[in-house]
């Protein structure tokens, strides 16, 4: 354990291997407490890089055996996890045998346990637990594997590829062969071994090919499959269409496990999953588990190009399969969405789902963006590489390749990807290789300054200002840009940031945008470029002066610092023509009432805010699922971060005195809502249908956070006779965010109801630690979570039990976990130390919930401090945990 020497890994550091692979047999002898894995793999000399020895990682398994072509290796040193063996000639084969213990193993990464079965994670380095390896992305082999294992408790065998023989062993034992015909980094090995069923699907490929397609679970989940599958053939129709990408294997495999430190993994041929994001039925999934199931399904499915036949050089180039990855699962559940809506809607349901996107990035990157932990979406540097899947490297690398698109134009962009797979395919590459190819598609477009965006950390701030000639007919908009400095980079370069604009007249609509220098009008909506620190627009032709819609659809991620007054923001949620930035008006609006709220410069709620938001909600012209996004307010930790000093407690009072007289004062409208929005017939999951219920959830928890007794009346009416997850779970948290006598009977009712499962009680657990104080003297969230630490079904050792019960407290529900007597946080190191102890990486991310503490009020820093001390002084402490904490304390 390092904590007190962390070893920092630079980009610049990396050196091709003298030596890679390029077959791997592996048989495995599969036992709970001691499985055997013997390995041969071929080593060849790399003629592309410096002589040397061959370079092997292991950790936490017993070496029983290594020769090198049948004999003891002369030379072979071991340093930590680095084994060196020093081999002449051009190629030599390395058998090694090793000892691992898949029950003790409760790291989850590596071969581990779960409900009786075996199974795999080995990104990022996870495989070097199961055999000695050189476990770097940039060797990539084929791999043939065997797997071993007793049959009753085994009967199905999976790894990567095709399946080419299996048969019986005495004893009780059982044995499959897999062959995977793609050369894979190691990281994309996969094994399972467990007790599980399948649903089936065939399908054929674009070029005709018959695919096999599975969805693996355990038996009782069999009737949870169905949306997974139908996600999955949608993705590979998609990319078909879109990319012109094709399944290359014969059999397609998804695997759900309940353990499971993250979403889920895009292993080659054999996709392992968090049962989170497979299961779904409407009884017990709610239309957002429906929409992630969909997209995770996606995001994996579209990894087998973008990552698994082109993957990554080394690590500090996650953002290469990941934030396009990302951008490829946005793009497609955006025109899934589309589709279901019509031509009619499309434009109103594409600005939805920008508008989840966009409240996840705000939410989660811009606070990592702010903090110790900023760092560009491609890295410098990293301690422990398995706290680099950040919101920056996944959701602003995403942001990065959109702006790409926006640049490059739909075509463009198609032409740069078909360039990319031409190029490399089969080949572990670099982020310069594929801004360089985009370039290359398209006439050599310069995107020299663009690469900026891969070596800056920090959100930029892009300020606008107009000035209105009357005389002229000209508006001039003046853009300047500014990106604050991060740790260890205190000075910024202007970056390319594309601003999408329109300009609205008085009476509502954009006008025809005709910039000086040009002859005539033309669209509405354009997208300027702005590349130095500061830029003048001059637009013309104008009869008077507009009001600027700026970043429209969101075409950078920055902060636009816009001075409008309350009556542009409202004239804006009114009419601003892209739903998007209306959207953006209604928050910002939100948010200026929230803050003045929560500073104490207002102890009422403007009443030209509750018009607007009034006519927003009754204009039934607008889609119910954009309603539903435009009336929530700004998520809290997006509000906490915007807020200097952030006093947690201030906010939550104030979200809670604002949350309640928008649900008295508006109530009338709500309950309208409530009553029009039927959705008749049995639940399917349809995004039309689902917009409805999430504007009738929200109208609960309004009308609850008013307390009205009709409202609280309806709610419980409508938890009583609820048909399906999305309405039950909506009134019961609208329930439970509420002074409502019958919160506590309604929670106990749902637990009865789902006692025995465990994807149901996860949001039993997360809704009670997100819960707020409604009343004097209510319930301190703390006291409830500690009761829950030793309810039965807990248990930390199951990430998804963390994540619902801790993760929500600690990350969901600043106004509860900071706490003045600092109590929440001495909860918090007790807690990050014991998951420490067994899960590294689950530790390391309940540790990030304190890592901007430095912008709390200098009491709660002064409470902060000392724990964050306590842990990183804790006995053997994990790199992982050492590295957040240490940063936070720099
Ligand atoms: N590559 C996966 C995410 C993933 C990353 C790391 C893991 O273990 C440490 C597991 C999964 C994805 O992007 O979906
Ligand atoms: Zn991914």
Redesign the pocket.
């Known amino acids: 354990m390092q904590n007190d020497q962390p070893q920092t890994i630079q980009r610049a550091d990396y050196q091709p291997l003298s030596w890679t692979v390029d077959t791997v047999d592996l048989h495995f002898a599969l036992d709970a407490g001691a499985t055997v894995v013997t390995n041969r793999m071929r080593c060849v000399r790399n003629p592309d890089a410096a002589p040397g020895p061959i370079r092997l990682w292991g950790e936490a398994m017993e070496r029983l055996e290594l020769t090198v072509d049948g004999a003891q290796p002369v030379a072979l040193r071991e340093t930590g996890a680095l084994l060196e063996i020093d081999a002449a000639g051009e190629s030599v084969m390395v058998e090694v045998r090793t000892r691992v213990d898949p029950r003790a193993n409760t790291t989850?990464?590596g071969l581990y346990l779960s409900s009786g079965g075996f199974f795999t994670?080995?990104?990022?380095e996870?495989f070097r637990r199961i055999t000695w390896f050189p476990d770097r992305p940039d060797v990539m082999a084929r791999y043939t594997v065997t797997l071993e294992a007793d049959r009753e408790a085994c009967p199905v065998l999976l790894s990567n590829g095709n399946l080419v023989g299996q048969g019986e062993l005495p004893n009780g034992r059982h044995y499959a062969k897999w062959e995977d015909p793609f050369p894979k980094p190691s990281y994309l090995f996969a094994l399972v071994a467990a007790r599980l069923v399948a649903l089936e699907r065939k399908v054929r490929t674009l070029s005709g090919r018959e695919v096999l397609l599975q969805v693996w679970v355990e038996e009782g989940n069999l009737d949870r499959c169905e949306h997974a599958m139908e996600a999955l053939v949608n993705s590979m129709r998609w990319d078909e269409e879109t990319f012109g990408l094709e399944l290359d294997l014969d059999r397609f495999m998804i695997v759900a496990v309940a353990d499971?430190?993250?979403?889920?993994?895009?292993n080659k041929g054999l996709n392992i999953f968090n049962t989170k994001f497979v299961l779904a039925k409407p009884d017990t999934a709610t239309d957002v588990d429906y929409e992630n199931v969909e997209s995770?399904v996606a995001?994996?499915y579209f990894?087998n190009w973008t990552?698994n036949r082109v993957t990554c050089r080394d690590w500090f180039q996650l953002t290469l399969?990941?934030g396009l990855?990302?951008f490829r699962d946005q793009q497609f559940s955006a025109d899934m969405l589309a589709r279901a809506a019509g031509p009619e809607g499309a434009a109103s349901a594409r600005a939805v789902k920008r508008i989840d996107d966009v409240r996840v990035l705000r939410a989660a990157q811009f606070p990592e963006d702010g903090g110790p932990m900023a760092h560009p979406i491609r890295p410098d540097s990293y301690q422990e590489i398995?706290n680099f899947?950040t919101a920056t490297v996944?959701e602003k690398g995403a942001e990065v390749i959109r702006m790409l698109h926006t640049l490059l134009g739909q075509e463009g962009f198609r032409n740069g990807m078909d360039l990319y797979f031409s190029y490399f395919d089969g080949q572990a590459v670099t982020c310069d290789d594929f801004v360089e190819v985009m370039s290359e598609a398209n006439n050599g477009f310069d995107l020299d300054q663009f690469m900026r965006w891969y070596s800056q950390a920090g959100t930029p701030r892009v300020k606008a200002s107009g000035t209105w000639n009357a005389a002229d007919g000209c508006y001039a908009l003046t853009l300047s840009q500014h990106t604050p400095a991060t740790p260890g980079q205190p000075d910024k370069l202007p970056l390319v940031i594309p601003v999408a604009v329109g300009l609205i007249g008085p009476d509502g609509r954009d006008l025809p945008l005709r910039l000086e220098g040009e002859t005539q009008a033309g669209a509405t909506t354009r997208v300027l470029k702005l590349t130095e620190e500061a830029q003048v627009f001059r637009f013309i032709g104008l009869a008077a002066e507009p009001v600027p819609s700026l970043l429209r659809g969101f075409s950078a991620p920055v902060i636009l610092e816009l001075d409008e007054d309350d009556a542009r923001l409202a004239f804006r949620m009114a009419h601003d023509a892209d739903p998007f930035n209306r959207w953006d008006a209604a928050q910002r609006y939100a948010e200026r009432v929230v803050l003045a709220m929560a500073g104490g410069a207002s102890a009422g709620l403007p009443q030209a805010f509750v018009n607007a938001f009034r006519a927003l909600l009754a204009d039934t012209r607008l889609d119910p699922a954009f309603r539903a996004q435009a009336l929530a307010l700004p998520a809290e930790p997006y509000l906490l971060e915007r807020m200097s000093p952030a006093d947690p407690g201030a906010l939550r009072t104030a979200l809670i005195a604002v949350m309640g007289a928008l649900g008295r004062e508006l109530a009338g409208d709500w309950l309208r809502v409530v009553d029009g929005m039927q959705v008749s017939g049995p639940y399917r999951y349809h995004p039309g249908d689902a917009g409805k219920r999430a504007l009738v959830n929200l109208a609960l928890r309004y009308l609850c956070a008013g307390g009205q007794p009709s409202g609280l009346a309806l709610a419980e009416a409508r938890f009583a006779a609820a048909t399906n997850m999305t309405e039950r779970f909506g009134a019961l948290a609208a329930l439970v965010q509420s002074s409502s006598p019958a919160r506590g009977a309604a929670l106990l009712a749902f637990h009865a109801r789902y006692r025995n499962d465990a994807l149901v009680l996860d949001k039993w657990f997360a809704l009670q630690a997100g819960a707020w104080r409604w009343e004097e003297g209510g319930e301190p969230a703390l006291d409830r979570v500690r009761v829950l630490l030793s309810d039965p079904a807990f248990s930390l050792a199951n990430p998804n039990k963390v994540y619902a019960l801790l993760g929500t407290y600690f990350r969901a529900n600043p106004g509860e976990f900071h706490l003045a007597d600092g109590s929440g946080y001495a909860f918090w190191a007790d807690q990050v130390i014991a998951l420490d102890a067994r899960n590294p990486?689950v530790a390391a991310r309940m540790a990030r919930a304190l890592e901007n503490w430095r912008h709390y009020a200098p009491a709660l820093q002064a409470r902060i401090r000392p724990q964050l001390e306590r842990v990183l002084a804790s006995p053997g402490l994990s790199p992982d945990v050492a590295e957040i904490v240490g940063k936070a304390l720099q």
């Open positions: 989850l990464s994670q080995c990104e990022a996870g499971f430190n993250m979403g889920a993994m895009e995770v995001h994996e990894h990552g399969k990941e990855t990302v398995n899947y996944y990486q």
